[in-house]
């Protein structure tokens, strides 16, 4: 669906120009004063619709962000006419706002401690405590943006054809990720510069108002009316696949699939996969997930909306083009095999992309597989098959 297609030509064409225009605001007047008589009564899938355009525009996710800022900033009155302008009595969407709730009382508990802060001109002990205790709900809050990459997001790609305005929605919560983090590392400073912890902090307010204002006023409005209310009500938490999946619904699973070497049942290969110490997920010819395995703790967590998804989707848009150039230089042939090691939670993760090509030399698709390798790192001594013990 091409949510272009549901607004008045006549405003887009005014307005279009006025939001490409923005990257340079000082050569933008003449577009502006045609959009001037359209801001106050802008609508929310007209907004949906410029954000998506600007971002497939601009390409550059940066340089997208800030035109999409100031172009939100014109449009904040017009937006927020209404409060909350779209149907409740869908679960996951309440909880949504419920979340969003606690972020804003949270923050406005922090508004005293930071006059304070800037009163006796350092963080006290006392400051440092109420602070800290702030952030550790924060990032317990934080973790619902995981669930909106997963569950929501790909349910919106699914419907609407252009919705690349989920990925400056995606870059902001990695935005407000990292700042989470580095205050939490300030905090733990005794001497952390006044100027810079004022930054840090006024970041992280900029970045939770503004995703809440997005999401409340612009996408949740524009989608609403455009994705089947019956999908959108079946989103919920416990979508996002945690443990091992069950195989007792499986009509099929104790046919048995010839594999040359063996001939398993389709319940033992999902014992093998879902035993397996890793994350795999499998990606066809075309960029599409059409497998991933659910071992009793994953490293990153996947649902089954994820299936049918463009790999690019799954990643957040800091390394988008890295996945477009694996990818590449895997359909050509240039190379077959990629790995990166990261941190993440104190643990070493490996990620290997693998490609898959015919016997014919024909890309099949791409294999990810991710391992947390921190105990392999710290190995030393051997451990022989006869010294083990029950």
Not at 18 to 38: Q, S, V
Not at 67 to 74: G, H
Not at 317 to 324: A, F, G, K, M, R
Request: some cysteine; hydrophobic content about 40%.
């Amino acid at each position: 669906m091409k949510l272009v297609d549901k607004i008045d030509k006549e405003r887009y064409a005014i307005l279009l120009p006025y939001a490409l225009g923005l990257e340079n605001p000082l050569a933008n007047a003449d577009n502006l004063e045609r959009a001037r008589p359209l801001l106050d009564n802008i609508t929310p899938l007209e907004t949906f619709v410029l954000v998506d355009v600007v971002v497939k525009r601009v390409g550059d996710i940066d340089r997208a962000k800030l035109i999409i800022t100031r172009l939100l900033n014109s449009f904040a009155n017009g937006l927020t006419r209404e409060e909350r302008p779209f149907k409740r009595s869908i679960p996951f969407f309440e909880e949504l706002i419920e979340i969003n709730t606690e972020f804003n009382a949270i923050l406005d508990s922090f508004k005293p401690i930071i006059t304070k802060i800037n009163g006796v001109g350092q963080i006290t002990a006392e400051h440092r405590h109420k602070l800290e205790l702030g952030l550790k709900r924060l990032f317990e809050l934080s973790t619902y943006y995981q669930l909106k990459e997963n569950i929501l997001f790909p349910v919106i790609e699914k419907h609407i054809e252009d919705s690349r305005c989920l990925l400056v929605l995606w870059a902001i919560h990695d935005d407000v990720r990292k700042t989470l983090h580095l205050l939490e590392g300030a905090l733990k400073e005794d001497d952390y510069p006044l100027e810079s912890f004022n930054r840090l902090i006024g970041k992280l307010f900029f970045d939770i108002k503004t995703v809440i204002f997005r999401e409340e006023q612009i996408l949740l409005p524009s989608i609403v009316e455009n994705i089947p209310l019956g999908e959108l009500k079946a989103m919920s938490e416990g979508q996002l696949m945690e443990g091992q999946v069950q195989t007792s619904h499986l009509r099929a699973k104790e046919q048995k699939i010839d594999l040359l070497t063996g001939e398993p049942t389709v319940v033992q290969l999902l014992e093998i996969f879902n035993n397996l110490p890793v994350d795999i997920t499998l990606v066809d010819s075309e960029d599409r997930v059409v497998y991933f395995n659910t071992p009793e703790k994953r490293i990153f967590p996947r649902t089954k909306a994820v299936i049918g998804r463009t790999v690019q989707n799954c990643h957040p848009p800091t390394s988008l083009h890295l996945v477009e150039q694996i990818l590449k230089a895997f359909k050509e042939r240039r190379k077959e095999r990629a790995e990166f090691r990261i941190k993440l939670k104190g643990r070493f993760i490996l990620i290997t992309y693998t490609a898959i090509y015919a016997q014919d030399g024909t890309y099949r698709g791409t294999m990810e597989v991710s391992q947390d390798i921190s105990d392999l790192k710290a190995m030393e001594d051997e451990i022989r098959l006869l010294d083990w013990r029950d």
